[in-house]
Structure formats: structure tokens, C-alpha cells
């Protein structure tokens, strides 16, 4: 019987994302209306509902330049846009 030692350290995995600045995405629900905007500029970020309400797909998420277009693109500017780590305004920015 010989041990099994073909399990490989591996160090891509594939996930690149995971690493830099993460951010927290929030949709203020009261505001949105429903244009779909943010899902179209960025469709790994936002999703709408059934009524037409969007969410964050995961409310904290790699910084994305995809993210950030949809957030600033928003008409009525429901997305707003924290750094996960430090709590700074990234969009809409602090003045
Ligand atoms: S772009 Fe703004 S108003 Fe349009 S669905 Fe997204 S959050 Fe709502």
C-alpha cells in the first residue's frame, strides 16, 4: 500500500478576483426606479427583481470599474458604493 501524495499545492485556482480593494454595494429600494441601467452596465453586479427593484448580486464585491459606471450612471442615484475596508465613500463621493 502506497500513500496517496498526488494532491499538488496549486496555486492558480482561477479566482483572481478575490485580492484588492473589496467594496460594499448598497441599493437604496425606495429610490430605485427599476430602469434596469445598472444591471445592463454591469450584470455581474445588479440584478432586478420581479418588481423591478434592483440588488447588489453580493453586497460586497472586488472593487469593479463595471460597478462603479453602474453606480454613477444610476439616474435617480440609488447605488451607493463604500470601501469594505477603510468605510470611505467611494461613490457617490464625499465632497
Ligand atoms: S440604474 Fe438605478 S434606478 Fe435603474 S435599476 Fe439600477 S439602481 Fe434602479
Redesign the pocket.
Known amino acids: 500500500m502506497s500513500g496517496t501524495d498526488d494532491v499538488t499545492g496549486g496555486g492558480e485556482d482561477g479566482r483572481g478576483q478575490e485580492s484588492g480593494p473589496r467594496w460594499h454595494v448598497e441599493?437604496d429600494r425606495g429610490?430605485?426606479?427599476?430602469?434596469?441601467?445598472?444591471?445592463a452596465?454591469a450584470p455581474g453586479g445588479?440584478v432586478?427583481d420581479a418588481a423591478?427593484?434592483?440588488h447588489p448580486v453580493r453586497p460586497e464585491c472586488a472593487a469593479s470599474d463595471e460597478v462603479l459606471a453602474?453606480a454613477e450612471?444610476?439616474?435617480?442615484?440609488?447605488?451607493t458604493v463604500t470601501d469594505a475596508g477603510t468605510g470611505e465613500a467611494v461613490f457617490p463621493p464625499e465632497e
Open positions: 441599493v429610490v430605485c426606479i427599476g430602469s434596469g441601467l445598472c444591471a452596465t445588479f432586478l423591478r427593484q434592483s453602474a450612471g444610476c439616474p435617480v442615484e440609488a447605488i
